[in-house]
């Protein structure tokens, strides 16, 4: 009796499920810096500094916590392993929330009927609430913000706390249990929710509709509202540490928050508001993505058990059909007007409402298999369901040999000579990792590496000023001149586009030409012709090495070494394309230098890189017709 008490026991469930989710993901979990913002964010925690915006003050904190843990482990796995955990942790809470969501609680207060399960329909709704939780678990987007440091595996699991909360509370209202105990808790765990990720607003069409219908518009739901204030701000106040981190000068200090008006600037992410809701045809794109990625999102098959809880909760609990459909809604329609490549992890909560749908279907699947007395096939296939998507996604997720942006990173330190300068706009394969590298690892601590893109940004200098100021220095008249057209440009003054470029230019070229007198100075292969006026580029490895006149200078090939790549995806292809076009540039320099058979090597070691470099291909061929 006590073993069957143990194993109906919600928390033991929740926790078994959780303990399962782990262990998967550490099968998969990313062993090094992955690609985007992985390095900074690893950099960020482990060292106090201020990430990009929004700044992500709560992530930055707990991040620290692991970072620091005395495990014997690398700094980057230890990050990757916080993200495995909060990913798994927030399955036990998708667990309890799904089985709230189909108690007798919920089904009283919105539809108003007295209901009194029996024990098969107690079970009913463990076993559907555990299938959507390992389902979404287990779906695609989830499981991929559990193998690597970012922000949204912290976000996964402060919404599902906001929603168990927010729903519980809006619950005991209609039930007449007015506790304000959980109606605080929701509003202080909100406020923490959005220190972690700004897109914690998506919840607030379902929120407002479902609280309003609940308190109607009286004086005392506006009053229960501002009294929900202070323990939200309690919760808010965690952004604090962006103004008072930076004002001690990090090593990463992104935006230079220090100020009231750089911290707004930080707060409300004004850099990337060009690409929300920018065009027409920005959000057809995205739209489509959005259709044509979900059915494998969810292993296709679980989609019908979605539709079939949205059908039953349309017919039976109309108040959560719409506010699940306002939550869905309000995630879709902001995610599909945000024009960047990386759009999945915003999806997310729209996700996570498909999954609430699931377990309402699963429920009513369960109950049509009871009547018919067919409840071991139900069971069955539910389990068929899980194993499919785990199967489905394993291989597209799997980071667990993902080794490519820090051999990358390795090949292009090991590109460039002692003391080198170098100016390029690689943040997704190297200038993220390169923080981490030199900043937490040690690794090349000599190269001075200058994003070209971040150059734009005024406080960006001032960051540079503050790891190299001979850098700044010794072009002291070109950045102020920039800084100057720049002011105007941030602070939305009237200003001259053309000249703010031409001052740009003139700023970057100081810096290479002004360091090009002492140190060895490179630029890797995407830097604009324009950056490099009056300069003659060398291929070295994943780099040019710049020089001021054309007298010839042998090549020193770099040989790459990089461990197989195990899957492919566009970052992937991009890294293969890098280390394809330096092999076919090395080439070049060789074959005009009359050195024919290493020009042929290594077009051959770009092929076998990349099989459809097409310029590797053409080179190849040429030198192949050449006596």
């Not at 369901?385 to 820090?406: P, T």
């Not at 002291?476 to 001149?481: G, I, L, N, Q």
């Not at 292969?525 to 710049?546: M, W």
Request: charged residues 15%; aromatic residues 16%.
């Amino acid at each position: 009796m006590i073993r069957k008490d143990f194993l109906r026991n919600n928390t033991v469930i929740g926790t078994a499920l959780a303990l399962a989710a782990f262990v998967v993901y550490l099968q998969t979990l990313a062993p090094s810096v992955d690609f985007i913002d992985s390095g900074e964010l690893a950099t960020v925690a482990t060292t106090l500094g201020i990430a990009h915006p929004t700044g992500y003050p709560l992530f930055t904190l707990v991040g620290w916590v692991f970072a620091h843990l005395p495990l014997g482990l690398r700094v980057i796995y230890k990050l990757n392993l916080m993200a495995a955990l909060l990913c798994a942790a927030a399955a036990f809470l998708y667990y309890r929330l799904f089985l709230f969501l189909l108690s007798d609680d919920l089904k009283k207060a919105f539809t108003g009927k007295t209901v009194i399960s029996d024990l098969m329909a107690v079970r009913s709704s463990r076993v559907a609430s555990a299938v959507a939780a390992l389902i979404l678990a287990f779906s695609e987007t989830y499981w991929s913000q559990a193998l690597s440091i970012e922000v949204y595996s912290l976000h996964i699991l402060l919404l599902a706390l906001t929603l168990l909360l927010f729903t519980r509370a809006m619950t005991d209202r209609l039930n007449g249990n007015n506790r304000a105990t959980t109606w605080y808790a929701f509003a202080l765990v909100l406020g923490l929710s959005f220190t972690n990720h700004m897109t914690t607003i998506l919840l607030a069409p379902g929120f407002l509709y479902l609280y309003f219908k609940t308190h109607g518009f009286s004086a005392d739901s506006w009053k229960k509202i501002a009294m929900a204030a202070i323990p939200f701000l309690i919760g808010f106040s965690v952004y604090l540490y962006l103004p008072v981190r930076a004002s001690q000068n990090p090593v990463l200090n992104w935006g230079n928050p220090v100020t009231l008006e750089r911290f707004l600037w930080h707060f409300s992410g004004k850099q990337y508001r060009v690409w929300i809701f920018s065009s027409f045809d920005a959000a057809s794109k995205q739209f489509r993505y959005f259709l044509d990625s979900f059915p494998f999102e969810f292993a296709y098959f679980p989609i019908v058990l979605a539709l079939v809880g949205v059908v039953h909760l349309f017919k039976n609990i109309r108040t959560v059909f719409w506010y699940t459909v306002l939550l869905f809604l309000g995630c879709l329609l902001y995610s599909i007007n945000y024009d960047i490549h990386d759009i999945d992890s915003y999806f997310l909560l729209a996700y996570v409402v498909t999954a609430v749908w699931i377990a309402y279907g699963a429920a009513v699947a369960l109950e049509f298999a009871r009547r018919r007395r067919q409840l071991n096939l139900a069971y069955g296939t539910f389990l068929l369901f899980v194993v499919l998507s785990v199967s489905f996604h394993y291989s597209s997720v799997d980071e667990s040999r993902n080794y490519a942006v820090e051999d990358y990173t390795n090949n292009m330190f090991a590109s460039l000579d002692s003391n080198a300068v170098l100016l390029s706009f690689q943040w997704d394969y190297f200038l993220s990792a390169s923080y981490y590298y030199q900043l937490v690892e040690g690794v090349r601590t000599d190269v001075t590496v200058i994003d070209k893109e971040l150059l734009r940004r005024s406080w960006y200098l001032k960051e540079l000023e503050h790891r190299y100021p001979w850098l700044i220095q010794q072009s002291r008249a070109e950045v102020d001149a920039f800084l100057q057209e720049l002011y105007k440009f941030e602070h939305g003054l009237p200003y001259n586009s053309a000249l703010i470029q031409a001052r740009f230019e003139a700023m970057i070229h100081s810096f290479l030409a002004t360091s090009l007198e002492t140190r060895p100075v490179y630029a890797t292969v995407e830097v604009e012709p324009e950056f490099l006026r009056g300069f003659e580029k060398i291929p070295s490895g994943l780099a040019f090495r710049l020089t001021r006149d054309s007298t010839y200078r042998p090549v020193r090939p770099v040989e790459f070494v990089f461990r197989p790549f195990p899957k492919t995806n566009r970052y992937v292809e991009g890294i293969k394309g890098l280390y394809a076009t330096s092999y076919t540039n090395e080439a070049i320099q060789l074959a005009l230098a009359g050195r024919r058979d290493e020009a042929v090597e290594f077009l051959r070691k770009a092929l076998a890189v990349k099989g459809d470099y097409r310029d590797a291909g053409v080179w190849l061929q040429r030198l192949s017709a050449t006596p």
